[in-house]
């Protein structure tokens, strides 16, 4: 080979490594289709391209996207007796709860369950109010990736959401958010969890796209088709005609669908009004 052909040779190298690293994205979209095109080239691993997507998505959800609403919380009253606390703990099998005082608006605190294990061996006399801990209040609006930061800084895994009212809307854990980066996380009492639908107020709903169509179809009254999907997350993703990102609305039948979280491959969380 000349010296003017491998001259050549090194100048295209040179100048496709160039182009390589200075064509920046220039915008969120443009860097998620890079990171795609590079996990269909398997230079990155599918299931890290979904964290990262979920990780790019919760700076942009906020804690009413993902909290518990108030109408579901399971919550102990300050005042009930120990024989009166146990029942409700046992079955919810939760490891946090909140504890009010007089309503649900009168948040005393926290309470950690493993903090009753010592009445196991004690015979005191039991009062919540020497167990609880200082409850985490944050608002509706509050950005999920600055709720981690808070929640891994003071250590709390709960949080109490209130709306610009100052009443409880909800409350949000950190399984919660983490689950909007790497996907759901089961447990050993997740496996009865009928929580696929969670109702915020009279018309708006959450809805794991992983609930069954048949479920939905019950639930809701409705008449989606059983036949060629089995989740609600397949019929909506027929409707779109392309994978949705997060904000993107459809509707069908008397109900719209708005994606609240998908990854690379799927969708994950779905807000459902009723319209009539």
């Not at 959800?61 to 300050?78: C, E, G, N, W």
């Not at 029942?87 to 909140?98: D, F, K, V």
Request: one cysteine or more.
């Amino acid at each position: 080979m000349s010296e003017g052909s491998n001259l050549a040779s090194k100048r295209t190298l040179r100048d496709w490594v160039s182009a390589l690293f200075s064509d920046e994205p220039s915008d969120r979209s443009e860097l998620m289709a890079m990171l795609s095109d590079a996990a269909d080239r398997q230079i990155m691993d599918a299931e890290a391209l979904n964290i990262i997507f979920g990780a790019l998505q919760v700076s942009d959800m906020q804690a009413r996207d993902i909290m518990i609403p108030r109408t579901q919380l399971v919550y102990l009253k300050a005042n009930d007796p120990l024989d009166v606390l146990l029942p409700t703990i046992i079955e919810s099998q939760h490891s946090r709860y909140p504890v009010i005082g007089d309503d649900l608006d009168d948040i005393k605190g926290i309470l950690h369950a493993k903090d009753l294990l010592p009445l196991a061996l004690s015979r005191e006399r039991f009062d919540i109010k020497d167990c609880i801990r200082q409850a985490t209040v944050v608002p509706e609006s509050k950005r999920l990736n600055v709720l981690l930061q808070e929640f891994r800084n003071t250590r709390n895994h709960m949080a109490v959401v209130v709306d610009e009212y100052g009443h409880v809307s909800g409350a949000v854990t950190i399984e919660d958010v983490l689950e909007q980066i790497v996907g759901e996380i089961e447990d050993e009492h997740d496996v009865d969890d009928q929580s696929f639908i969670k109702q915020l107020d009279d018309q708006v709903y959450n809805v794991k796209a992983t609930t069954a169509v048949e479920d939905f179809n019950e639930y809701f009254a409705t008449q989606l088709d059983e036949q060629e999907f089995d989740t609600v997350g397949g019929v909506v993703l027929k409707a779109f005609g392309h994978l949705p990102a997060r904000g993107e609305v459809v509707q069908l039948d008397n109900l719209r669908f708005k994606v609240l979280n998908s990854d690379s491959r799927r969708l994950r969380l779905l807000q459902v009004k009723r319209l009539s």
